[in-house]
């Protein structure tokens, strides 16, 4: 059985940091790409970035490039995302997801088949 577990979520003022983690178990996490979405009250889900296995390439949306980090460390099963300078609108719950697929310049939430039941990110101005 496949498990997804995302921590790290909380309250943090604008201009702060957040660091979200994803534990997987149930797969062979090193096989899997990697990807973090969000969906804030009333809006569709958005893929934040996503990360191809072995770390060998990485996806950011332009609402986060430039301030979000993502990583992994196959030996600990874990994904990582370090969100910096953050902004009210970055509030949202954010889902850690795992993928066979691998898309270069877009995120697709319907190419991820496991699911975390996510954290939620509060961004105060």
């Known amino acids: 059985q496949v498990q997804v577990v995302e921590s790290g979520g909380g309250l943090v003022q604008a201009g702060g940091s957040l660091r979200l983690s994803c534990t997987v178990s149930?797969?062979?996490?090193?096989?899997?790409?990697m990807g973090w979405f969000r969906q804030a009250p009333g809006k569709e889900r958005e893929g934040v970035s996503s990360?191809?296995?072995?770390?060998?390439?990485?996806f950011y949306s332009d609402s986060v490039k430039g301030r979000f980090a993502i990583s992994r460390d196959d030996a600990k099963n874990t994904l990582y995302l370090q969100m910096n300078n953050l902004k009210p609108e970055d509030t949202a719950i954010y889902y850690c997801?795992?993928?066979?697929?691998?898309?270069?310049?877009?995120?697709?939430?319907?190419?991820?088949?496991?699911w975390g039941q996510g954290t939620q990110v509060t961004v105060s101005s």
């Open positions: 997801a795992a993928s066979v697929a691998w898309r270069t310049s877009t995120l697709m939430a319907q190419d991820y088949n496991y």
């Open positions: 149930g797969l062979t996490f090193g096989d899997y790409a």
């Open positions: 990360i191809k296995w072995g770390s060998t390439s990485t």
